[in-house]
């Protein structure tokens, strides 16, 4: 048995999946076990992982129908033997060192939980380095500062504390004791880090970057997605069910007009993004249309965001103002670039 399992969900993945299985194996880490879940391939994907792991012993392979990000985890959650559990997402790379970097931290500190910081690159190949975290080694109260908080109601006030799932070394035994698993395929990270750090006691953190972030235009987040109120509306169920009533809901008393005016920048966002071929026209009618939906609704009347980060800050200033007519412009001038 290894001592890391490694993760990577596929679909339409062959022109990277070489370059991202190659990270793993060129670890100076060498005790883990890679599971490959090729997520209903229609490209050459799913041959690759067959030939990689011909190829290299450590190397697993799961075929099953296209359902998602999501579902892609879970199933190599579900096949999960090693005590520790990483996730990589195909068209990234994992820095070298990473492994024996986190299962050190993890290992020396009697950590349930390793993190570092990851590398964020652009398509034009700038880089930028978020390590959101400090260094250092946190009890469960320090969880709660770190990661809790932040994730419950402090999605505004930059810098937001982002769900990575990438940048942390999972304890396996936590996962399967609380039933800990992904569902949607949007914003499911969050979701997925409260559960887990709702029963994780110790995080240990480097701001060494473990982690290289390649910014994919195709992605779920940078792609139109025609449902979007809907789906911020299960993720907001989702969330509810864990924070209501809670310590944290008490910590954060404006949590859910917050989260709520997050969702609506992500959807105002959305309405512009690439494969939304509608007029202008129709731009301002649906931000309208928005606005006007109970949840965002509620969140504009309840709170006035603060300290967004400028670009935020004005759109939210013309969200509140109804000036649909300059936002629709704004958007216009920043997708020009």
């Not at 709170?303 to 300059?326: D, M, N, S, T």
Request: glycine letters at 8%.
């Amino acid at each position: 048995m290894a001592e890391i399992d490694v993760i990577v969900p596929i679909y339409q993945a062959e022109k990277t999946l070489l370059s991202c299985v190659e990270s793993v194996r060129s670890q100076s880490f060498g005790d883990w076990s890679l599971i490959l879940v090729d997520d209903g391939s229609s490209d050459g994907s799913g041959r690759l992982c067959d030939d990689l792991a011909r190829k290299d012993g450590r190397i697993r392979v799961l075929h099953q129908p296209n359902g998602g990000v999501s579902a892609a985890r879970n199933r190599g959650l579900a096949e999960v033997r090693s005590p520790w559990v990483y996730f990589l997402d195909a068209d990234d790379l994992l820095m070298p060192g990473a492994l024996e970097t986190l299962y050190r931290l993890a290992v020396e500190n009697d950590a349930d939980t390793a993190a570092g910081a990851v590398v964020l690159t652009e398509g034009d190949g700038s880089r930028s380095t978020d390590a959101i975290l400090p260094a250092g080694v946190f009890d469960e109260e320090g969880i709660r500062e770190q990661i809790l908080l932040p994730l419950t109601g402090q999605r505004l006030r930059a810098p937001i504390f982002n769900g990575y799932i990438v940048r942390y070394l999972f304890r396996a035994s936590i996962l399967k004791e609380h039933a800990v698993t992904f569902e949607g395929g949007y914003l499911e990270d969050e979701i997925f880090l409260l559960d887990y750090f709702l029963h994780a006691g110790r995080l240990a953190v480097t701001t060494q970057p473990i982690y290289d972030y390649l910014q994919n235009p195709a992605s779920a987040t940078h792609s139109y997605m025609a449902d979007f109120p809907g789906v911020f509306r299960r993720f907001m169920e989702r969330k509810r069910a864990r924070v209501e009533g809670t310590a944290l809901a008490r910590a954060c008393p404006g949590w859910e007009a917050d989260t709520n005016w997050a969702g609506l920048f992500i959807a105002v966002g959305n309405e512009y993004a690439p494969g939304n071929e509608v007029s202008h026209r129709e731009h301002r009618r649906n931000i309208r249309a928005l606005c006007a939906l109970p949840e965002y609704a509620g969140a504009m009347k309840a709170l006035h965001p603060q300290g967004c980060g400028k670009r935020k800050q004005i759109v939210a200033e013309l969200l509140l103002r109804r000036q649909f007519l300059l936002l629709d412009i704004l958007y216009r001038l920043k997708n020009r670039r």
